[in-house]
């Protein structure tokens, strides 16, 4: 016995060092999981090949925070639910937020975006400004109006699902006459026949009257009639247009008529708009921060 109580005195301090090398060991492990994790201190930089994770604000007209900047998507809540930050015409909220994913080299995001991220590193905030042509690129839709004497026919044709697009809280029945707000701010009738599923829309506005159809701010688009008949004559009235640089670009207005238009531009007499999406041939800011590499 007295052997046994020799030996079992002689493993307690051997067994107490190891349990205690074993603790140390385990904290400073956790440790540095714990800091590698969550405090970031790696020289590590983007490379293509890695996958990274990003937050973002994208802009029109400027880096974020400059003047006439309009954030047209982010993915960060304090910037997409602050309603004092003013938005473009087709940004959309989004129902939750979280980083952006994405492998460098996989030509999954805009070129010039991956490429800004490499050489970064965890925590780095950075911007980028892209060019038209390396944004998104699409078919040259820009045209031309006047501020004096545009005329649209008072009477058109359209299918059902067409009229249903551009006026989906309007219900149509067979062979009835529906009165509604239209596009161009008067009043119009719409006679649809299911037979040949199509409508009859018909514009009925008042000569003289001035019909305002956008107010963002302190800029407000109108339509003043001159004149009906088979079409119907009007002036379009800008005031107050947000000008973004000394050509007489302006921020984009968004007219919903027949088709969506975006008034690009103000030169004399000439309004320059674009159909198709806003932010096609469209210069475009970003300010980036690196969270993660993979």
Not at 119 to 147: C, E, I, R, W
Not at 264 to 279: F, L, P, Q, R
């Amino acid at each position: 016995m007295t052997g046994e109580n020799t030996a079992k005195k002689d493993r307690d301090p051997i067994m107490s060092v190891c349990l205690g090398i074993f603790i140390v060991a385990a904290v400073i492990a956790l440790g540095c999981f714990v800091v590698n994790e969550y405090f970031p201190t790696s020289d590590t930089t983007a490379s293509t090949g890695d996958t990274v994770t990003v937050d973002y604000v994208g802009t029109y007209y400027g880096e974020y925070g400059s003047e006439y900047a309009v954030v047209f998507d982010t993915n960060k809540s304090s910037i997409g639910d602050d309603d004092d930050i003013q938005k473009s015409n087709d940004y959309t909220e989004k129902t939750s937020y979280s980083g952006l994913s994405f492998k460098i080299g996989n030509n999954t995001m805009l070129e010039g975006f991956e490429k800004a991220v490499i050489g970064h590193k965890v925590g780095d905030t950075f911007k980028v400004a892209l060019t038209a042509n390396q944004g998104y690129v699409g078919p040259n839709t820009s045209g031309v109006m006047k501020k004096t004497d545009n005329k649209v026919s008072t009477v058109q044709l359209a299918s059902k699902t067409d009229f249903n697009k551009l006026y989906p809280d309007v219900t149509l029945k067979d062979n009835q006459v529906v009165t509604f707000e239209s596009k161009y701010g008067c009043n119009a009738q719409a006679l649809y026949t299911d037979s040949t599923n199509s409508v009859i829309i018909t514009y009925m506005p008042v000569v003289g009257e001035t019909y305002e159809v956008y107010k963002e701010g302190d800029t407000v688009v109108s339509f003043k009639v001159k004149s009906v008949g088979e079409t119907m004559t009007f002036d379009l009235i800008i005031d107050n247009p947000v000008q973004v640089d000394s050509s007489g670009a302006i921020q984009m207005i968004k007219l919903e008529l027949e088709q969506d238009i975006y008034i690009t531009a103000i030169h004399g007499d000439d309004i320059v708009y674009k159909t198709g999406s806003e932010k096609m041939n469209q210069p475009l800011y970003f300010e980036i921060t690196l969270t993660k590499i993979e």
